[in-house]
């Protein structure tokens, strides 16, 4: 079984550049989850979809960041323009809604931002 | 405020003997409660999880962990640490909301270097 793909795998960009991650999820996981992770952190919620619905986006900075899941399948977050506090790692999960591995999350390798 | 400790940043033990990293929490209600390690360069991977039934979970690579609801605590424990356990080990709860039951959100702690030495 594939896990969760994400890319790029490293980005670093200037500040007030926009930049995009994309993330494909383990094949028939309706949920799909966006985190980021600051260095000496654990990771944080910005957002979970399941399906092509948002659930939770109570954590999103709504004025700069952005995600989407079209089709239910794969994502993509967008920071739109990136302050240098962004600097994180995105990681990127999925999780089954039934079965014995229902609520729990597989975590893509992530995309290491770094805002100059 | 829904919050998840680990007290101990760093957790140092001699291959072969047992290990703890400790975990509390702070969240309403009979939250799930998990354990992910990290590994250098590489995602976080699901090691165990407790729902309900016995305090004792076990999971992945020998550890377990034992779920005390009086003391909100989910401490993971290993009895013999190899070297190859050195990783970053983070605790996390996921709430469970009167009515709407559990949306699988992750609330995590601020993690724990475990290094285990020859």
């Known amino acids: 079984e594939a896990g969760v793909a994400q890319s790029p795998r490293y980005k670093i960009i200037e500040k007030r550049q926009s930049v995009a991650f994309w993330c494909n999820p383990i094949s028939g996981h309706a949920t799909l989850y966006w985190y980021q992770q600051i260095l000496g952190q654990g990771p944080k919620l910005l957002i979970q979809?399941?399906?092509?619905?948002?659930?939770?986006d109570s954590q999103l900075p709504k004025d700069r960041f952005s995600a989407e899941r079209l089709k239910g399948v794969d994502s993509t977050l967008k920071i739109q323009p990136a302050k240098l506090e962004d600097s994180a790692v995105y990681l990127c999960?999925?999780?089954?809604?039934?079965?014995?591995?229902?609520?729990?999350?597989?975590f893509g390798p992530g995309t290491r931002l770094t805002v100059l | 405020a829904q919050s998840v400790a680990q007290p101990e940043d760093q957790v140092n033990v001699a291959e072969g003997n047992p290990l703890t990293v400790k975990c509390t929490y702070s969240v309403s209600g009979n939250p799930y409660l998990f354990w992910y390690v990290q590994y250098p360069n590489r995602g976080l991977q699901f090691l165990l999880k407790y729902i309900t039934g016995d305090n004792l979970v076990k999971g992945s690579y020998g550890f377990e962990a034992e779920f005390n609801k009086s003391q909100t605590s989910f401490h993971l424990k290993k009895p013999s640490a190899l070297v190859s356990d050195s990783a970053l080990y983070f605790c996390a709860v996921s709430p469970v909301y009167h009515g709407s039951g559990n949306t699988g959100k992750l609330i995590f702690g601020q993690g724990t270097t475990l290094q285990v030495k020859p």
């Open positions: 979809f399941q399906n092509n619905g948002v659930v939770d």
């Open positions: 999960a999925s999780s089954s809604i039934s079965g014995p591995a229902a609520n729990e999350q597989f």
